[in-house]
T-cell receptor
Framework: GNSVTQMEGPVTLSEEAFLTINCTYT??????LFWYVQYPGEGLQLLLK?????DKGSNKGFEATYRKETTSFHLEKGSVQVSDSAVYFC?????????FGQGTTLQVKP | NAGVTQTPKFQVLKTGQSMTLQCAQD?????MSWYRQDPGMGLRLIHY???????DQGEVPNGYNVSRSTTEDFPLRLLSAAPSQTSVYFC??????????????FGPGTRLTVL
């Protein structure tokens, strides 16, 4: 079945640093891929998605490219802010559900 | 448009007590689901529903019951709470049309502690 592996955290960066959070997947076919973000004390919300191979999803300065050759969907941001501190989840569809990675905690220090 | 709402926000139970976590959405979504979130384990699906009157089990259904009598509501019942059910519970919904590429909308969560 489909599965997703996400880099473990926590990740601690200084403000304006470059961010990469790795995500690789195993799937039948080419499913849509998602990044969700969870801010402290809140539920998850969609950050970005890509629905087919080679698509790039982007939102709020974050980007991720659907790479079928490497089965990856790494999340990147060129310059993080303190307000980006959150938990980030990579996800893909399973049978009747979304399959989530374990989540990567990002802490950005001023 | 309130989105997905959950009540209560916090709850403390004693072992053996029962309770119902409420979830409602006002987006006319067919698909609704319950997840639990535990440290280091991400989100795990408990139960889900693809429409009124239709429910199915997820990865970790034991100890939980659900029903879906209306499109809007999807309550989660704990019949006899156990400490292992201490967790944060999230309800989510989405349209089933093209659901695999659609966004899931999450509620704010219920933090449950079982003593």
């Amino acid at each position: 079945g489909n599965s997703v592996t996400q880099m473990e955290g926590p990740v601690t960066l200084s403000e304006e640093a470059f961010l990469t959070i790795n995500c690789t997947y195993t799937a039948t076919g080419y499913p849509s891929l998602f990044w969700y973000v969870q801010y402290p004390g809140e539920g998850l919300q969609l950050l970005l998605k890509a629905t087919k191979a080679d698509d790039k999803g982007s939102n709020k300065g974050f980007e991720a490219t659907y790479r079928k050759e490497t089965t990856s969907f790494h999340l990147e941001k060129g310059s993080v802010q303190v307000s980006d501190s959150a938990v980030y989840f990579c996800a893909l569809p399973g049978t009747g559900k979304l399959i989530f990675g374990q989540g990567t905690t990002l802490q950005v220090k001023p | 448009n309130a989105g997905v709402t959950q009540t209560p926000k916090f709850q403390v139970l004693k072992t053996g007590q029962s309770m119902t976590l409420q979830c409602a959405q006002d987006m006319n979504h067919e698909y609704m689901s319950w997840y639990r979130q535990d440290p280091g384990m991400g989100l795990r699906l408990i139960h889900y529903s693809v429409g009124a009157g239709i429910t199915d089990q997820g990865e970790v259904p034991n100890g939980y019951n659900v029903s879906r009598s209306t499109t809007e509501d999807f309550p989660l019942r704990l019949l006899s709470a156990a400490p292992s059910q201490t967790s944060v519970y999230f309800c989510a919904s989405s349209s089933t049309r093209g659901w695999a590429s659609n966004e899931q909308f999450f509620g704010p969560g219920t933090r449950l502690t079982v003593l």
